[in-house]
């Protein structure tokens, strides 16, 4: 919930494992669960919330799993905690009267969690991140934070005496990262993380901290640098699309796509779902549904297109934003390679041009044609995005569909809100047929 003054409203559920009781606020009449207000639409899922939390109340706690974009479910730190005035523990059904979202949690099977959303869980990665520095030679000095927790994924981050390290945790469809990370780290050509433990069977793995400044913070010409190590990458690897594959990357080929287009077309689940409360109220309108159901011959026309233009297969990041590049003294550094795959190079594009404007947005796509011109003719490059925009917007799709379907209902407000906007954005591109657009903002 957003309030009138421009902050978002955090609900929050803090149990006593004692006595199966939680937390309360008692300083307005009737006991309600604990609220925090951040600025701006969105709550921090890390250790800004857990932080806010403790500045308020004086409790330390780690935070579990977020059950909504405004609803979290915060575990006590040890020891237990002596309560601020005003606070006190109830039965949840007495302080969440009105909450569905918790009322589902609360009879939700333990065996239904992801392994992160457990408290158990990060005493077992403390205790793998402190066996693993110790191996090394190195010792933890403060107390591991949390840098982002969702239904992908979770990142720790772990101050040790020689520097900070990351374990990151995925769910099991993306474990493949730190082999496709090593494998492009073997290829030199450019920087990657160095990874310094691996348990397969967890699906995770602790990285050293690669600094740098993050994409976000680098103006668009700095970011046009990410773009051309991407490019300089994907043209080394069209050789070597075997390795990956060995790696655990996944091709995609555009026959591939084509037939994966009428399964995702009518999936009425998520295309007729406009009341279901995960969509965040962004699901389509029956006549965009209807616009939808009716690109399918076109986006086979564009795959059929895109493919006779005989621009290669290679590397694709799949989740190529300015979050997942760093800018260091050696270089841009690329990261995050969880949904690596072989596929069209231009697929890439989508989630680089997101955010742009226009003008930004053509100087990018002008780089990654020079970046290619080497190896295909730069008015084959300029025809291909032509007919790759559309099929990149509807490979973001499957990507969030697919991980909606593997993380269940309970998690698909992460992925069904961004699923509907992509759709819009595939429905947008089509209807442009003189391309006018070369991003995807006016």
């Known amino acids: 919930m957003v309030d009138a003054d421009g902050f978002v409203v955090v609900e929050l559920v803090l149990p006593d494992a004692a006595t199966g009781l939680v937390l309360a606020d008692e300083r307005h009449g009737v006991p309600r669960l604990p609220r925090l207000e951040f600025p701006g639409r969105h709550v921090p899922m890390n250790e800004r919330l857990t932080d806010a939390f403790r500045a308020a109340t004086g409790v330390s706690v780690r935070l579990v799993e977020p059950l909504d974009f405004t609803t979290a479910v915060l575990a006590l730190g040890s020891p237990g905690p002596e309560l601020p005035a005003g606070y006190g523990w109830h039965a949840l059904s007495g302080v969440a009267r ?9 009879v939700r099977s333990g065996d239904a969690r992801l ?5 158990s869980w990060l005493g077992r990665a403390d ?8 191996r090394l030679g190195r010792s933890r000095v ?14 720790l981050r772990a101050e040790s005496d020689t520097g900070a390290v990351y374990l990151k945790a995925v769910l099991p469809q993306l474990a493949h990262e730190p082999l496709v990370t090593g ?3 073997a290829q030199g050509v ?31 010409t700095e970011r046009r640098k990410a773009l051309q190590q ?6 080394a690897m069209v050789g070597q699309t075997a390795g990956l594959r060995r790696v655990g990357c996944p091709r995609i080929s555009l026959p591939q796509l084509a037939s994966a287009l009428p399964g995702l077309l009518a999936r009425d689940d998520i295309w007729n779902a406009r009341s279901a409360p995960h969509n965040g109220h962004r699901a389509l309108a029956p006549d965009e549904r209807v616009r939808l159901l009716g690109l399918a011959p076109y986006l086979a026309e564009c795959c059929e297109r895109l493919e ?13 934003h300015p979050g997942n590049v760093v800018l260091r003294d050696e270089g841009v550094l690329l990261h995050d390679w969880s949904f690596a795959a072989v596929a069209h190079p231009m697929f890439d594009l989508a989630p680089w041009l997101l955010d742009m404007t226009e003008p930004a947005a053509r100087a990018h796509v002008t780089a990654f044609v020079q970046a290619w011109a080497a190896s295909t003719a730069p008015d084959v490059l300029w025809r291909a995005w032509r007919h790759a925009k559309p099929l990149a917007a509807v490979i973001e799709m499957l990507k969030l569909v697919g991980l909606s379907d593997i993380v269940g209902r309970d998690y698909h407000f992460n992925w069904m809100p961004m699923t509907y906007g992509w759709a819009r954005r595939l429905l947008t591109a089509a209807a442009d047929s003189e391309m006018e657009i070369w991003g995807w903002r006016q």
């Not at 403060?142 to 990142?155: C, G, I, N």
Request: aromatic share 14%; net charge negative; with cysteine.
């Open 115 to 119: 392994p992160w959303f457990t408290p």
């Open 142 to 155: 403060a107390p591991t934070r949390q840098m982002k927790l969702w239904s992908m994924s979770s990142v």
């Open 98 to 106: 009105n909450s569905t979202t918790v009322a589902e949690w609360a």
């Open 230 to 235: 991407l490019c300089r990458l994907q043209l």
């Open 183 to 185: 494998f492009l780290a």
């Open 127 to 134: 205790r793998y991140i402190d066996d693993t520095l110790a």
């Open 190 to 220: 450019g920087d990657f993380a160095q990874i310094i433990a691996h348990s397969p069977q967890d699906h995770w793995w602790i990285a050293e901290d690669f600094g740098g400044v993050d994409g976000w913070s680098l103006p668009e």
């Open 308 to 320: 006779a233009l005989g621009m290669p297969d290679t590397l694709v990041h799949r989740d190529f």
